[in-house]
């Protein structure tokens, strides 16, 4: 089978620069936000090829997947894998 196209949502672009300009501003540096990124392109890369890893959510077909300190939220088909949100786990639900 072919690997899956990951579609990233425009609501996730933003999280995920939110979380990589987190980390620049508190290290006042970008190498782990390098990293980062790297972490979570090759996280998502693998949930391409093995999408029910996650577990499933109470809604249908949303699944997470816990990446270190991150939760990424998806959906997939045969032929795609859609990043619906990127969630720091340490983050307050209210905020």
Do not use: C
């Amino acid at each position: 089978m072919a690997k899956r196209k990951i579609i990233w949502t425009q609501k996730t672009n933003f999280e995920r620069k939110e979380i990589l300009e987190y980390w620049i501003l508190r290290n006042r540096s970008k190498n782990f936000s390098i990293k980062l990124n790297k972490f979570i392109v090759d996280a998502t890369q693998a949930l391409a090829e093995h999408p029910t890893i996650g577990r499933k959510t109470n809604l249908e077909n949303v699944r997470v997947k816990i990446i270190r300190d991150y939760l990424i939220f998806y959906e997939f088909s045969e032929s795609e894998l859609v990043i619906l949100s990127i969630w720091d786990g340490r983050r307050d639900i209210n905020s």
